[in-house]
């Protein structure tokens, strides 16, 4: 598996905002058929690495290869092109908009669906409701309804669907599953799994340690912009993972903080005593 090119891959790729260093020296492989789960606390820099990856950001120095061969992206549109694809919380999609016609949003007719100029209702929400439930998506039956009528987790599904559909090769998720609830979240790391058994690259951020585990075959945890770990499925203990996330801190220093929180607001922390209900 790993002996094949990369469908993507980062070559100490740096990003800077003016003054502001954002990512170090970034070097990533991402393959067809494998998740990659982007993990790392609030300002990591997680959402820069995949905008640049995505074409919205150029690298300010490093290179971006597909296929083994390096790339630059004009913009979004040109990653797109290339079959790069974003799948942003809540699904990106316009809630007042059919199933059918959110489907075909952006696509231009003479690229994605040939002979018919003007807008064919039926066979868009055909397309569309097949699409859907070939990722086993079976409540949606109905072009015609609107996606503020679908729940978060079918909203994320339809997007990656149609990402799909349109020929996507590297899926990019950032934080699907984080506003939603158990069942939802299952139901959109089941379509990751699809979409990975399909053959795509997929680039899953997440703040949610099981899901990851759940998903992800390959992790790799920025801290403060750097690569500060790279591993397999199976080579870190849940604990180990958690503690990464967290920008390197482990639970005792959370715990810490806490209680030095709480002193400086309380004067101390509560005791036993005080916690007790009157
Ligand atoms: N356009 C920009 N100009 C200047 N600084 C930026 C810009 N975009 C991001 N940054 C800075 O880069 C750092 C990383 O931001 P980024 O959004 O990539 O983090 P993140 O890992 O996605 O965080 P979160 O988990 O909160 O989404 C932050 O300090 C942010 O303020
Ligand atoms: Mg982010």
Not at 25 to 32: E, F, M, P, R
Not at 110 to 125: L, Y
Request: proline share 5%.
């Amino acid at each position: 598996m790993t002996a094949q090119t990369p469908i993507i891959e980062l070559r100490n790729v740096c990003k800077s905002f003016g003054p502001i260093d954002v990512l170090h020296g970034i070097s990533l492989k991402v393959h067809a058929g494998e998740v990659l789960c982007l993990l790392g606390d609030n300002g990591a820099g997680k959402s820069t690495l995949i905008k640049t990856l995505a074409g919205v950001h150029r690298p300010t120095s490093g290179e971006i290869l597909m296929d083994g061969a390096p790339v630059t992206f004009t913009g979004p549109r040109d990653a797109q092109d290339r079959g790069i694809a974003t799948v942003h919380q809540f699904g990106g999609t316009f809630p007042l908009m059919s199933i059918g016609r959110s489907f075909f949003v952006g696509v231009e007719p003479t690229k994605g669906w040939g002979p018919f100029k003007v807008f064919d209702r039926r066979k868009a929400n055909e397309i569309a409701v097949r699409a859907v439930r070939e990722f086993g998506i079976t409540r949606i039956d109905d072009g015609d309804r609107l996606v503020g009528g679908l729940s978060g987790g079918e909203r994320q599904s339809l997007a990656i669907a149609r990402a799909v559909h349109f020929g996507a090769r590297v899926l990019i998720l950032d934080e699907p599953t984080a506003a939603l609830g158990v069942k939802q979240a299952a139901h959109v790391l089941r379509i990751v799994n699809e979409a990975k058994r399909r053959g795509l690259a997929v680039i899953l951020i997440t703040h949610q340690v099981m899901h990851a585990m759940a998903v992800g075959d390959h992790f790799a945890v920025l801290i403060r912009g750097a690569i500060a770990a790279d591993f397999r499925k199976g080579e870190r203990t849940r604990e180990e993972i958690t503690d990464l996330m967290a920008g390197g801190e482990t639970m005792a220093d959370l715990e810490a903080a806490i209680e030095g929180h709480m002193a400086t607001q309380e004067g101390h922390p509560p005791t036993p005593a005080e916690l007790r209900p009157a």
